[in-house]
């Protein structure tokens, strides 16, 4: 893939839903390296944005770009999609499966790699989030910390059904949401270290100041729609913008008003 190629590409993009219009005309792009927070009140259209990314949604109007490629169809419509990867807030392991087939899940179900191929990879992945030895567990025999640096483990794992030219795109939804001050730390410093070792870029959608502050370089905020501020994480610490003050002071008073106001 030529450098400096935009990773992620949104142009005059819309959604609807129903009569709600969830993104309005909102134009974004994103290079290789960037680590991405999105901020803004409940109900703005942040995890909208991560679906779209994700594959599981199409804009109603207007285009989105993922390393090039123009999405107009979903995800699973796609013989050779961009490589995008979802950590969600709830770590979202099968009960059934182990910690070793629930990281391995995808690539055994492709059946293109050999079962020792698949383990190495496994095990490799655990070992990069500190798991090396609890790949023959069940989710339920872990705590819920753990199942979370599972979940990254399985991010770690490439679908060798994504396009090999695409530079990954690794999406976190409140990955820190509910945790205390340790645990938060614990899991920015292995967001950091996944995408890193993953060689992408990443997009976290959070209201955690020490989510945004340590594992993003770039921050947006969205409000009604619209991305209201974009600036480096250093200019966000300090922006006198309405919008970005309200959003860190979490003052009652300013232009994004509460849902049930």
Not at 1 to 9: I, S
Not at 15 to 21: A, C, P, Q, R
Not at 134 to 152: C, W, Y
Not at 163 to 171: A, N
């Amino acid at each position: 893939m030529p450098k400096n190629t935009q990773v992620m590409l949104m142009k005059d993009l819309s959604v609807e839903l129903g009569s709600n219009k969830v993104l309005n005309e909102v134009n974004l792009s994103m290079s290789p390296g960037e680590r991405l927070a999105i901020v803004g009140p409940s109900g703005s259209g942040k995890s909208t944005i991560l679906r779209l990314l994700a594959g599981l949604l199409l804009p109603t109007n207007g285009s989105l770009q993922i390393s090039g490629i123009e999405q107009n169809y979903l995800r699973l419509d796609q013989n050779n999609p961009p490589d995008v990867r979802l950590v969600f807030q709830n770590p979202a392991l099968l009960a059934s499966l182990t910690v070793r087939e629930n990281v391995g899940f995808l690539l055994e179900k492709q059946k293109i790699f050999s079962e020792e191929i698949i383990h190495k990879k496994v095990i490799n992945c655990l070992e990069k989030v500190g798991l090396y030895d609890v790949a023959e567990k069940f989710p339920n025999q872990l705590s819920g910390g753990m199942q979370k640096r599972v979940s990254f483990a399985r991010a770690l794992i490439s679908d060798s059904n994504t396009g090999k030219d695409s530079i990954p795109l690794l999406l976190y939804d409140e990955p820190t949401a509910g945790l205390d001050p340790i645990a938060c730390t614990r899991i920015e410093d292995l967001m950091i270290k996944t995408t890193d070792a993953a060689k992408g870029c990443s997009i976290v959608v959070s209201h955690v100041s020490s989510t945004i502050e340590r594992t993003a370089n770039r921050v947006i905020l969205l409000y009604d729609g619209k991305f209201k501020w974009d600036g480096s994480i250093d200019q966000f610490k300090q922006s006198e913008n309405s919008y970005v003050k309200q959003f860190r002071t979490g003052n009652l008073q300013g232009p994004m008003q509460p849902e049930d106001s």
